[in-house]
T-cell receptor
Framework: SQQGEEDPQALSIQEGENATMNCSYK?????LQWYRQNSGRGLVHLIL?????REKHSGRLRVTLDTSKKSSSLLITASRAADTASYFC??????????FGTGTSLTVIP | DGGITQSPKYLFRKEGQNVTLSCEQN?????MYWYRQDPGQGLRLIYY???????QKGDIAEGYSVSREKKESFPLTVTSAQKNPTAFYLC?????????????FGSGTRLTVV
């Protein structure tokens, strides 16, 4: 399978702490995207990082990409209770195939 | 506001019935997708369409059918041939030249077999 895998599967932190989740994939990619899903809802696009980029920021989000290790990380700084959700990485391969990872469930405790 | 509308939000199906899930978008996106999500798992692609009157099977197309008669609409029919249809179904769309914005998703339809 070319599907990405997130690590950890579940993460519980206190409000104000930073949350880091990782994504690994298997094939060459054009870009990698991170999405957020609140319980019982659709996914919301957070950020895209291209294969020639190493780091990208958007507000409290920081994404890194290491194509040599075929991995990416999403860092959420100064977490809030409202950040509680599942987070998915999605890869667009060089063959234009789109694959979602298995997700990290984040719980931020107030 | 532009977006994707999925209906109904909840759907119950009896054994042997076909049901159709609606997906409508007013984003002027060319490409539309149907995904299935099982509890605690990622998304699996059922069908996708890059243009009107054309669609392609995804990874788990068996027991499903779609049509794309209009750019705005991409309904999914779950047929009686789908043996385990209980799941959360998500519709998405994207514009190939606006990849920075990623995929736009609907709010989903939860289908339950009773």
């Amino acid at each position: 399978s070319q599907q990405g895998e997130e690590d950890p599967q579940a993460l519980s932190i206190q409000e104000g702490e930073n949350a880091t989740m990782n994504c690994s994939y298997k094939t060459s990619i054009n870009n990698l995207q991170w999405y957020r899903q609140n319980s019982g809802r659709g996914l919301v696009h957070l950020i895209l990082i291209r294969s020639n980029e190493r780091e990208k920021h958007s507000g409290r989000l920081r994404v890194t990409l290491d194509t040599s290790k075929k991995s990416s990380s999403l860092l959420i700084t100064a977490s809030r209770a409202a950040d509680t959700a599942s987070y998915f990485c999605a890869t667009i391969t060089t063959g234009n195939q789109f694959y979602f990872g298995t997700g990290t469930s984040l719980t931020v405790i107030p | 506001d532009g977006g994707i509308t999925q209906s109904p939000k909840y759907l119950f199906r009896k054994e042997g019935q076909n049901v159709t899930l609606s997906c409508e978008q007013n984003l002027n996106h060319d490409a539309m997708y149907w995904y299935r999500q099982d509890p605690g798992q990622g998304l699996r692609l059922i069908y996708y369409s890059q243009i009107v009157n054309d669609f392609q099977k995804g990874d788990i197309a068996e027991g499903y059918s779609v049509s794309r008669e209009k750019k705005e609409s991409f309904p999914l029919t779950v047929t009686s041939a789908q043996k385990n249809p209980t799941a959360f179904y998500l519709c998405a769309s994207t514009h190939p030249e606006r990849e920075e914005y990623g995929y736009t998703f609907g709010s989903g339809t939860r289908l339950t077999v009773v």
